[in-house]
Structures are given as structure tokens and as C-alpha cells.
């Protein structure tokens, strides 16, 4: 019985293998095979393969050359359904590569032929490209747009292609010179360094030229003829987006340049050498907006045929292939004042320290300047750095004061210092006497008493000033800004001598100079200024976030309190709103009763000098905050105003006292404005 079991079962187990045998017509292998033609393909190497009518290194060295123009990229390519004829089967390649920021998408087909039970690609050029013919190759042009202009207030042109001029040796027309000679006596006119461009003229090829800098055609002072002097040397013109100015706007706008080696890798083949970029600011920031799209155009063109060939042959040898339109970029709109701007930028020339004026419109929150002045070494100081405001943040905490009850005429106590928790802090030096003792809020703000705002501490929590300051349109999101920003920072929670230090702006409280403007420009509309730099409506930064975020840091977690470091960027996809985000948006019956203030500090207090600037009456506010560990201190100098429709900010990092040094930049500022 058992015996006649087992051979049942044998016969059963032949009879399921010559079943599968039957309907094995051979498609597992023919699919194998499409699917290592894809893979090899896709890897742009075909040596491994079985081939049928061509040697497998033949067409792997035809394989590179046909496709060599589209180096470094390569494509992705997928198999399709095999379709089977007895001992050959075709196959569908779906080719996509990725060609700038586009994709060229096509499929051809692939013969496969069986020989025993292995299964060979049929060569032939077309499966690489269906209009392929033997003994032709690609060939890719790229035309790149014109980069797109930023524009300022009245669509002036801040970025915009201006004449330019190469200056460098060419090597084609030294002739007998000494190529290491020329390129000495030019860096020297030049005044680069001498060294590194004379190895770098060395080492390029006879065929070279070798930039050795870029100079404005106009106001250049090195001649034609001074170059011409040098043997070999020349200068040819050309045109670059630039700003009026090398430093005009320099820190906000940023710059455009070639993409560096670095910038191509991360693009993913969106960039190649070459290509002009934004560098910093909203050049960067926007740069895909202002770049537009390149124009592509893949072409068959017979392989061994030279570019002069191509270009003397009539007609054109080459056939179009596949082919984008260059889009040109979007010119990117601001509110920035070109005069207003250079004059915030000339105010600030001599300044050694790192400093900044910012000027905002109150009526609809336009930046109309962003200066950062020399010292700051290109760091965005006006609407990045984050620095203690000082006495300037008496504004928040007279604002803090009038919502519990009190007036400008209510008395405070001005005495020379106060305690609290040990630590004893004091007026400023040189406090006039005559204004100690019980005096009006009005008074104590237009001279600015330390002593009397810390002795208000118990009639202010910390979390009221915190929502003071959101009042004003401090440390919360600029939905329309549309740039990287720090808006300030106010802790919630801050008790003994860090809530007392946060009476007058020190402590953890932080706030930009773009900031400091936004609180005076509240105080002049009679409602929170949400401030806007970008006006196109649809532009997207492509470094701002997904999610909304706060300009600044948030109200709960401050910044660290270091300056010239950056904070969250502002969204400039954020949704729209014509107000920042606060609970208890300042009233104008309270903005009223600081502009009262802030004129007293003219009138009556620090600000007297800004009694003689033409126009409407100003209103400011001055501050200086001690840093650092230096004994006696260093501070910062602040000052703030409001003048007409303008509201303006001025620190300057190391600069002793607000009013005896921003002071005097602030009024030659509005002076010049008018």
C-alpha cells in the first residue's frame, strides 16, 4: 500500500512539472531581461548585457557618447508589458530625465531575441531614443533667461542689469609675453591678489581667459589703455544685475553671482557652472522667482561634426529632439525708497560700530529703509540683529502703565537709585536733579527715570508687558513682510530684578531696530503696524516655512540674548492680515496718550534737538542698554521717532548714549527726509 502511495504521488509531482513546463513560453525570462536592460540603461552602462549584433563594449562606449552632452544626469528608465513572438519579444523603455526643471519624457522599444534559454537585447541606437539614428549623438543647448529686477517704491530699480566690464588676461593674444608676468602687472593694477591670480593664470589653458575681476563700467577709474598697456590684457564688457551701489541695500537685497560648486550639488541639476544666483537676502530668498526657467533644447546632431562644422553647414545638420521655451523671471516688487534708503545709508557712513536706521510708514507699515551701516560687515543689523531696546521699551511699559489706571500726569517717584533683590540700579549718568523726586509719568518718561519705571514694577506684571508689547506689534508674525526678520522677544514670566530689568528694556528682552520702528509707527497709526517689505502677491520664498511662523521669537521662549544672530524667517506665505496677531491691539485713545509722551521727550526731555526739524512735530523716545562685561559697561544707543507719516529707528551697537549719539544721526536723517 505504501509503495503504490509514494508512486501515485511521484507520477502526480511529474505530471505539475510538465504542466509548468508546457506554459513556461519563455515571458519570466524575456521580463528578466527587459528589467536589466532598464537598470543598465538608467546606469548609463550596458557592458554587463548580452547584446545580439553588437559587441557589448561597442555599445557601451556608443551609449556614453550618444548621451555625454546631458552628463552629469542620467535618466530613469522603466520597462513595460513584454509582448512575446515565439523566440523574440519587443518591449516598451519609458525614458524620464530630469533636464533643468523640467523632464523629457519619451519610450522606445526594445527587441529581444532568444538563443537556448538566454535572451539578448537586439542593439540599436533607437531603443536609447525612438528618433535616433545610427552614428548621431544629443546635443543640448541651454539659453538662460534675463534675470528679473527688484523693484523699490514706485517701481524704481533697485537690482537691475547695469554695464560691466571682465578684466583678465586672455592667453590667445599674449603672444611671446611672459602670461606670469602680465598677470603680476595686472593684479597689481588691480589691486587683487598677486599670488593667487598669477597661479591661476599658469595654470589655465593657451586657450583661456582668466578673469581677474568684474569692475562697474560706470565710475570705474582703471582705463582701457591701462589695461591695454599689459601684454595679453583686456577688458570685455558685459552687463550684470546689480544695485546702484556695491553697498546699496546690500544686506536685505543680497547679490547675484555664478553658482558656486557648492549651490550646483545641492540644486539637483536645476543649476549647472555657469549660472547666475541670488547670494543673501531676498535675491536668495526669491531666487527661483527671479531666475525664471531656462530654455532647453535637445538635438541629434551627426557625432565627429565640430561646432564650427554646425554653424558653417547650411542647412543646420541637427534635428530638434524635444524643446522648452525660456520662461523669464517675475521682477519682485518692494516698498523699499531708493532716496530714503541711500540717505539712511549715508547717515550711517561714518558709523565705526555696527548700527542701523529703519523707516516704516505707519499708515500702511511700508519699509521705506533698511539700512545696516559698515560696521555691521554686511550682517543685516536692521532687521536681524536682536539687541536689549533699553529705555526705548519705556514706550511697552507706559502702555502697561495706562491700562491699569494711570495717565501721563499720574505721579510716580524718580529717586537717584532703587533696590531690588540686592541689586541696585540707577538713572542714567548725568540725570538732572531738578527732575527727582514725585513727578508726572509724562515727566519721568521724557527723561527717561530708571528708577521710577522700577518702582512701577508691582503695578505692571510680567505677562502685562508681554502683552503690551504684542499691542505694539512686537514679537509677533509680519504675515506681510515677505523676508527673514526678528520682531522681538518679551518673556512672559520674569520675576525680581529680571522683571525690574524688564522695566527698562534689559533683561531678556530683545528687539531688532526693524522692531524698535514697528513700536513707534503703532504708537503714530493708533493701531499695531504690520510691517510689508515684498508686494507680490503670489510670491513664495522658497526659505520660509510651510507653517506660519512667528517673525520673531516667541513671547515664551526668548532668543538668547546674543546680538547678530538670526532669528526664525518671517512666511511670506503666510495668509494675508492687516494687523499682527494680538489679543488687545493698542487703542488709539492709548496711542494718543504715549505720542503725548513721546513729544514730551522733545518738548521737555533727552530729545530737545529734534525741536528744529522742519515739518510736523516730532515725537521720539531715546534708549541706551548696557552689555557685555566691561567695567563700567558698554551700551547700545537707541533712539525712535515718529514724524508725520514716518516713524524711524536708529541704534548703533557701541555707542555710549542714545541720545548723544543716535540722536544726532536721527536728526540729520529727518532733516534730509523733509
Known amino acids: 500500500m505504501g509503495k503504490t502511495k509514494n508512486l501515485v504521488l511521484g507520477l502526480a509531482a511529474l505530471m505539475i512539472v510538465g504542466s509548468l513546463s508546457a506554459c513556461d513560453d519563455g515571458r519570466s525570462g524575456a521580463e528578466g531581461a527587459a528589467k536589466r536592460l532598464a537598470s543598465s540603461l538608467a546606469a548609463l552602462d550596458v557592458g554587463s548585457l548580452a547584446l545580439d549584433g553588437k559587441d557589448a563594449a561597442a555599445a557601451n562606449e556608443q551609449l556614453k557618447s550618444v548621451f555625454a552632452a546631458l552628463d552629469p544626469v542620467k535618466p530613469s528608465v522603466e520597462s513595460g508589458a513584454v509582448k512575446l513572438d515565439g523566440d523574440k519579444a519587443s518591449v516598451p523603455l519609458n525614458f524620464t530625465w530630469k533636464v533643468g526643471t523640467t523632464e523629457w519624457r519619451y519610450t522606445s522599444q526594445a527587441a529581444l531575441k532568444k538563443s537556448g534559454d538566454k535572451w539578448a537585447v537586439q542593439w540599436n541606437p533607437a531603443l536609447l531614443e525612438p528618433d535616433l539614428k545610427d552614428g548621431e549623438v544629443l546635443d543640448k543647448t541651454v539659453t538662460p533667461p534675463a534675470r528679473a529686477e527688484i523693484l523699490g517704491a514706485g517701481d524704481a530699480k533697485l537690482i537691475s542689469y547695469r554695464p560691466v566690464v571682465y578684466v583678465g588676461i586672455d592667453k590667445t593674444t599674449i603672444g611671446s609675453a611672459d602670461p606670469a608676468a602680465s598677470a603680476a602687472k595686472l593684479a597689481q593694477l588691480l589691486g587683487v591678489d598677486e599670488a593667487a591670480y598669477v597661479k591661476q593664470v ?8 582668466v578673469s581677474a575681476i568684474t569692475l562697474r563700467q560706470d565710475g570705474r577709474t582703471i582705463t582701457d589703455q591701462q589695461i591695454a598697456a599689459i601684454p595679453g590684457a583686456r577688458g570685455i564688457p558685459d552687463s550684470l544685475p546689480l544695485a546702484p551701489t556695491r553697498t546699496f541695500a546690500r544686506a536685505v537685497l543680497g547679490t547675484v553671482a555664478e553658482a558656486s560648486a557648492e549651490q550646483i550639488q545641492k ?16 535675491e536668495e530668498q526669491y531666487d527661483s522667482l527671479l531666475r525664471g526657467q531656462d530654455g532647453v533644447s535637445i538635438k541629434a546632431r551627426p557625432q565627429g561634426m565640430t561646432d564650427d562644422q554646425i554653424k558653417a553647414a547650411k542647412p543646420d545638420p541637427r534635428r530638434v529632439l524635444f524643446s522648452v521655451d525660456t520662461k523669464p523671471g517675475d521682477p519682485l516688487k518692494t516698498t523699499l525708497d ?28 511700508a519699509v521705506l529703509a533698511a539700512a545696516s551701516g559698515p560696521g555691521s560687515n554686511g550682517y543685516n543689523t536692521a532687521m536681524l540683529g536682536q539687541y536689549a531696546p533699553g529705555s526705548t521699551f519705556k514706550i511697552v511699559d507706559s502702555l502697561a502703565l495706562i491700562r491699569n489706571g494711570m495717565t501721563p500726569d499720574s505721579k510716580v517717584e524718580c529717586t537717584p537709585t532703587i533696590t531690588v533683590d540686592g541689586r541696585t540700579f540707577k538713572n542714567a549718568e548725568g540725570y538732572p536733579e531738578s527732575s527727582l523726586g514725585s513727578v508726572a509719568l509724562r515727566d519721568a518718561f521724557a527723561h527717561s527715570c530708571n528708577t521710577a519705571f522700577i518702582s512701577s514694577r508691582d503695578k505692571v506684571s510680567q505677562a502685562q508687558l508681554e502683552s503690551a508689547a504684542t499691542s505694539l506689534g512686537l514679537a509677533v508674525q509680519a504675515p506681510k513682510l515677505g523676508a527673514d526678520a526678528f520682531l522681538g522677544s518679551v518673556p512672559g514670566n520674569a520675576d525680581g530684578t529680571e522683571h525690574a530689568a524688564s522695566m527698562i528694556g534689559q533683561g531678556k528682552v530683545l528687539l531688532s531696530p526693524l522692531a524698535a520702528a514697528i513700536m513707534a509707527a503703532s504708537v503714530s497709526h493708533g493701531a499695531p503696524v504690520s510691517p510689508q517689505l515684498v508686494l507680490n502677491p503670489g510670491a513664495v520664498s522658497p526659505s520660509a516655512g510651510a507653517t506660519p511662523t512667528a517673525s520673531g521669537a516667541s513671547s515664551s521662549s526668548p532668543s538668547p540674548a546674543a546680538p547678530a544672530s538670526p532669528a526664525a524667517p518671517a512666511s511670506p506665505a503666510a495668509p494675508a492680515s492687516d494687523e499682527p496677531a494680538s489679543d488687545k491691539p493698542v487703542t488709539p485713545a492709548e496711542a494718543a496718550a504715549l505720542g503725548d509722551m513721546m513729544r514730551a521727550v522733545v518738548t521737555s526731555g533727552h530729545a530737545g534737538f529734534l525741536a528744529s526739524v522742519p515739518g510736523a512735530p516730532v515725537g521720539a523716545k531715546t534708549g541706551t542698554a548696557e552689555f557685555g562685561n566691561d567695567n563700567p559697561p558698554k551700551t547700545h544707543a537707541w533712539i525712535v521717532a515718529v514724524h508725520g507719516d514716518l516713524a524711524v529707528a536708529v541704534f548703533v551697537e557701541d555707542g555710549g548714549l542714545g541720545a548723544t549719539t543716535s540722536g544726532p544721526l536721527l536728526k540729520s536723517f529727518l532733516t534730509a527726509a523733509g
Open 202 to 209: 599658469q595654470a589655465s589653458g593657451p586657450q583661456a581667459f
Open 267 to 282: 540644486a539637483g541639476g536645476a543649476l549647472k557652472a555657469g549660472d547666475v544666483v541670488g547670494t543673501g537676502g531676498l
Open 338 to 365: 531708493p532716496r530714503l534708503q541711500q540717505l539712511a545709508e549715508d547717515t550711517l557712513a561714518g558709523v565705526g560700530p555696527a548700527s542701523a536706521i529703519v523707516a516704516l510708514r505707519p499708515s500702511t507699515g
